[in-house]
């Protein structure tokens, strides 16, 4: 249950009192009830398509905290895990200097309250409100889709979500909290969410300035809002401009007369990570054959960082651009992994998505005589 007005006051005026936190720096600091200690509070940034890990404590007294640098104000994600529960997470926004007082009644994250003088964590709060019940009930299916029932129910949660704020968005002022609520929207178009308003969401961007529109936000929502027509099986394969890991250009052209598996995949992914030894497997049981081109959704740091850590070799490539809204989009990937086995006369032979030991190569010996 949302904590009453007088409790977030109380939360702020202490914030006013509490030591000033240095210039390159947020602090955040909860108070959570009914939740037993030792119960772990994890804090996340979104980068791309995962969650980077910034900070784990462990709750004592109820208490727990986070601090670290920043240089503008940003969006993070607080979570907890209790036992085997771990449920959905509350988004806080920090800033340089700023102290967050977080309170929570339950181990419901997502109904935790941040408390600050950051005007884009009461815009937040503003969304947050609208759909609250909506959110409250996503959760709870989190892990209980058992049947189409449930499937379709959980999509029709969305759809609510999307329409109110979409709704509310028609008389609210373009902020940065504005232009992600919008591009979170758009991009539930592309799995049939939300598309009885994607008429206001277009009315919506027309209500962008020039600069927001140019900025990696307002490009991705354009492209959201304008997606190029996707491909699939018997379709001529899309190209497009993509980047090894030291800054080199490549196009899958460069394979045409072999076939192309394309493995389109995060490192926040499980399932994705699993796969890459058989990846590696099938380059070397088919090489000259077959090129596997693994192409990254991940921010140029975060993909990096892996590819060293992990030692990956081969066509390791990153279409570099903001957002899933290149190639990805363009070859119909909705969740990860997502396989496209291109023939050599450049014809889309196969498509598939997730991973199962030895599932790969049962694939390849499939398609490949």
Same mark, same amino acid.
């Given at each position: *249950? +949302?904590?009453?007005?007088?409790?977030?006051?109380?939360?702020?005026?202490?914030?006013?009192?509490?030591?000033?936190?240095?210039?390159?720096?947020?602090?955040?600091?909860?108070? $959570?009830?009914?939740?037993?200690?030792?119960?772990?509070?994890?804090?996340?940034?979104?980068?791309?398509?995962?969650?980077? !890990?910034? !900070?784990? =404590?462990?709750?004592?007294?109820?208490?727990?905290?986070?601090?670290?640098?920043?240089?503008?104000?940003?969006?993070?994600?607080?979570?907890?895990?209790?036992?085997?529960?771990?449920?959905?997470?509350?988004?806080?926004?920090?800033?340089?200097?700023?102290?967050?007082?977080?309170?929570?009644? @339950?181990?419901?994250?997502?109904?935790?309250?941040?408390?600050?003088? &950051? %005007?884009?964590?009461?815009?937040? =709060?503003?969304?947050?409100?609208?759909?609250?019940?909506? &959110?409250?009930?996503?959760?709870?299916?989190? =892990? *209980?889709?058992?049947?189409?029932?449930?499937?379709?129910?959980?999509?029709?949660?969305?759809?609510?979500?999307?329409?109110?704020?979409?709704?509310?968005?028609?008389?609210?002022?373009?902020?940065?909290?504005?232009?992600?609520?919008?591009?979170?929207?758009?991009?539930?178009?592309?799995?049939?969410?939300?598309?009885?308003?994607?008429?206001?969401?277009? %009315?919506?961007? @027309?209500? *962008?300035?020039?600069?927001?529109?140019?900025?990696?936000?307002?490009?991705?929502? =354009?492209?959201?809002?304008?997606?190029?027509?996707?491909?699939?099986?018997? @379709?001529?394969?899309?190209?497009?401009?993509?980047?090894?890991?030291?800054?080199?250009?490549?196009?899958?052209?460069?394979? $045409?007369?072999?076939?192309?598996?394309?493995?389109?995949?995060?490192?926040?992914?499980?399932?994705?990570?699993?796969?890459?030894?058989?990846?590696?497997? &099938?380059?070397?049981?088919?090489?000259?054959?077959?090129?596997?081109?693994?192409?990254?959704?991940?921010?140029?740091?975060?993909?990096?960082?892996? &590819?060293?850590?992990?030692?990956?070799? !081969?066509?390791?490539?990153?279409?570099?651009?903001? !957002?899933?809204?290149?190639?990805?989009?363009?070859?119909?990937? +909705?969740?990860?992994?997502?396989?496209?086995? $291109?023939?050599?006369?450049?014809?889309?032979?196969?498509?598939?998505?997730?991973?199962?030991?030895?599932?790969?190569?049962?694939?390849?010996?499939?398609? $490949?005589?």
């Amino acid at each position: *249950m +949302k904590q009453p007005l007088s409790l977030l006051v109380a939360a702020v005026a202490a914030t006013a009192c509490a030591p000033a936190v240095p210039a390159g720096e947020f602090r955040i600091v909860g108070k $959570i009830e009914n939740v037993p200690d030792g119960a772990v509070v994890r804090l996340y940034e979104p980068q791309g398509q995962m969650l980077r !890990g910034i !900070g784990v =404590d462990t709750l004592a007294g109820g208490r727990f905290s986070f601090r670290d640098t920043v240089v503008f104000p940003k969006v993070v994600q607080i979570s907890v895990t209790v036992g085997d529960y771990r449920g959905g997470t509350l988004d806080v926004w920090v800033a340089p200097g700023k102290r967050i007082e977080v309170r929570g009644e @339950d181990k419901q994250a997502w109904l935790w309250e941040a408390a600050s003088d &950051i %005007a884009e964590q009461a815009d937040e =709060d503003m969304y947050c409100a609208l759909v609250e019940p909506q &959110i409250c009930e996503l959760n709870w299916f989190q =892990d *209980m889709l058992n049947t189409q029932q449930d499937f379709a129910r959980y999509m029709e949660l969305f759809g609510q979500v999307s329409e109110k704020t979409v709704r509310r968005m028609q008389t609210a002022p373009v902020t940065r909290v504005w232009l992600n609520k919008l591009a979170e929207c758009a991009r539930l178009l592309q799995f049939g969410i939300g598309t009885a308003h994607k008429g206001e969401m277009l %009315a919506l961007y @027309d209500r *962008m300035t020039e600069e927001q529109r140019q900025s990696p936000m307002g490009r991705r929502i =354009d492209a959201y809002l304008n997606p190029a027509p996707a491909v699939g099986a018997g @379709d001529r394969l899309v190209d497009g401009d993509l980047y090894d890991a030291d800054g080199n250009l490549h196009r899958l052209a460069e394979f $045409i007369g072999k076939y192309i598996l394309l493995d389109f995949w995060s490192a926040g992914c499980g399932p994705c990570v699993q796969a890459i030894p058989e990846l590696q497997e &099938i380059a070397r049981k088919y090489a000259g054959r077959v090129a596997v081109v693994s192409i990254s959704q991940d921010p140029k740091p975060v993909w990096k960082e892996f &590819i060293a850590e992990k030692q990956l070799v !081969g066509n390791q490539w990153n279409e570099l651009v903001d !957002g899933d809204t290149g190639l990805g989009m363009r070859y119909g990937v +909705k969740e990860i992994p997502h396989f496209v086995l $291109i023939a050599p006369d450049v014809r889309i032979q196969d498509v598939w998505q997730g991973y199962g030991k030895g599932s790969l190569l049962e694939k390849m010996e499939q398609n $490949i005589k």
